[in-house]
């Protein structure tokens, strides 16, 4: 009775289009039929390129991480492919503490060839066609501190700032003018130090926010690496529930740290994941928890205060925390990260930045820019695709490597 519902209407179609009434209902049955079919089609389609996103999204976490067939035991500096062009200058037997220095030392040098080539190559160049540090000259330096992504701001207080020390020096040896904008620098870069917040009782929380592709999770799992190499015990919660495949990137990192990834099914609730990942962290007594968050534009209401309420159950069931709410930047976007920073500074208190790709860029003053505009310290920075290559952030080191001679 309920499919003559259906058919007799699309029967009566049919023959009013032209079918013979006596085939009507045949015909109705067949459109019926093959309208199913069609509709179970999709569905397979539909989820077979589901499937087909998950499996590139984990083969893309498997190609950041480090080369496949390295023992376990060995160590990060050696399973990391280095750019460090003076590697073979090295003593053959070094104290293990000055190679690991000098190794994380090159690889921050040649991480940063991009924007040194860009702005001090630009700035010595400037140099050598100036005999005298006047208004013409602070005016192509000017232009190249904004090209090189410094923003206005960052950029007319070095500017003042180098204008008022010019008394100082001899107007005749521009040369001096390169130690000077080094020492602005320094006082411009604000980092965290090397050591992460002490909580009142374990775990550590650390909260990562951050919009899609610039390198969320994958920092995650580089820094659950480096935790675990550490022999801390790491928990990951996979809370960005809304993008594909995001949970299955975070196992393939869990896997390889060993720690253990508290996760829901696509789509459910991140509040529910974040708080079974805090009460997991506390129940198998972990040092170190981290919560990968959504990643949706940074301008939607929703998205903020989705991670507000993350907050709010961090801080209910750990004492203080989130204890980090690390903030992670991708350093090609340059002025654009800026934006984002202050958006999520405003809507989740933000401590810390984690900058990455700043090996892909010749725009590296955005480290400088966002210091300064936002005193907000640069915790890591991501100079490279190994585990190592997501280092601490060091004002001192990343202007000595920034001002080293070729």
Same mark, same amino acid.
């Given at each position: 009775m309920e499919l003559d519902v259906w058919l007799n209407p699309i029967a009566d179609f049919l023959v009013n289009a032209g079918v013979p009434a006596e085939h009507g209902p045949m015909a109705a049955l067949a459109l019926i039929y093959l309208g199913l079919t069609l509709l179970s089609l999709l569905i397979v389609v539909a989820l077979l390129r589901r499937n087909l996103r998950s499996k590139k999204a984990a083969a893309k976490a498997e190609e950041q991480l480090e080369p496949a067939g390295q023992p376990e035991a060995v160590s990060r500096d050696e399973v990391t492919e280095t750019t460090d062009p003076g590697a073979d200058l090295i003593a053959q037997e070094p104290s293990p503490v000055v190679e690991e220095t000098v190794n994380l030392y090159q690889r921050m040098r040649a991480g940063l060839n991009k924007t040194r080539s860009s702005l001090i190559g630009r700035v010595d160049a400037l140099l050598g066609t100036h005999p005298r540090l006047d208004e013409a000259f602070l005016e192509e330096l000017e232009e190249i501190l904004i090209t090189a992504d410094f923003g206005m701001q960052a950029t007319q207080e070095l500017v003042q700032a180098l204008t008022a020390r010019l008394k100082d020096v001899?107007?005749?040896?521009? #040369? &001096?003018?390169?130690?000077?904008? =080094?020492?602005?620098?320094?006082?411009?870069?604000?980092? =965290? #130090?090397?050591?992460?917040?002490?909580?009142?009782? =374990?775990?550590?929380?650390?909260?990562?926010?951050?919009?899609? #592709?610039?390198?969320?999770?994958?920092?995650?799992?580089?820094? $659950?690496?480096?935790? !675990?190499? &550490? +022999?801390?015990?790491?928990?990951? *919660?996979?809370?960005?529930?809304?993008?594909?495949? $995001?949970?299955? &990137?975070?196992?393939?990192?869990?896997?390889?740290? *060993? $720690?253990?990834?508290?996760?829901?099914?696509?789509?459910?609730?991140?509040?529910?994941?974040?708080?079974?990942?805090? @009460? =997991?962290?506390?129940?198998? @007594? !972990?040092?170190?928890?981290?919560?990968?968050?959504?990643?949706?534009?940074?301008?939607?209401?929703?998205?903020?205060?989705?991670?507000?309420?993350?907050?709010?159950?961090?801080?209910?069931?750990?004492? +203080? $925390?989130?204890?980090?709410?690390?903030?992670?930047?991708?350093?090609?976007?340059? &002025?654009? !990260?800026?934006?984002?920073?202050k958006m999520f500074q405003q809507a989740v208190e933000v401590s810390g930045i984690a900058l990455t790709k700043l090996d892909g860029t010749a725009k590296g003053g955005i480290v400088v820019a966002i210091s300064s505009q936002l005193d907000l310290p640069v915790r890591l920075i991501g100079v490279g695709e190994g585990v190592a290559d997501l280092r601490p952030f060091k004002a001192d080191e990343f202007v000595e490597a920034l001002f080293a001679n070729n």
């Open positions: 001899d107007r005749n040896d521009p #040369g &001096q003018l390169r130690e000077i904008l =080094a020492e602005e620098l320094r006082v411009r870069l604000k980092d =965290a #130090g090397p050591d992460w917040p002490v909580p009142e009782s =374990a775990p550590l929380v650390i909260m990562v926010v951050g919009v899609n #592709g610039v390198g969320k999770t994958t920092t995650i799992g580089k820094l $659950a690496k480096q935790f !675990a190499d &550490q +022999g801390k015990k790491v928990v990951l *919660g996979a809370a960005d529930t809304f993008r594909a495949a $995001a949970a299955e &990137q975070l196992e393939v990192w869990g896997k390889r740290s *060993g $720690a253990d990834v508290i996760r829901h099914q696509e789509g459910a609730d991140p509040g529910a994941v974040a708080y079974d990942a805090v @009460k =997991a962290a506390v129940a198998r @007594k !972990a040092d170190v928890l981290i919560l990968d968050t959504a990643g949706r534009l940074h301008t939607k209401v929703n998205l903020m205060e989705e991670l507000k309420k993350i907050r709010r159950i961090a801080e209910r069931e750990v004492t +203080g $925390a989130p204890h980090e709410t690390l903030l992670v930047l991708d350093a090609t976007t340059g &002025q654009n !990260a800026l934006v984002q920073a």
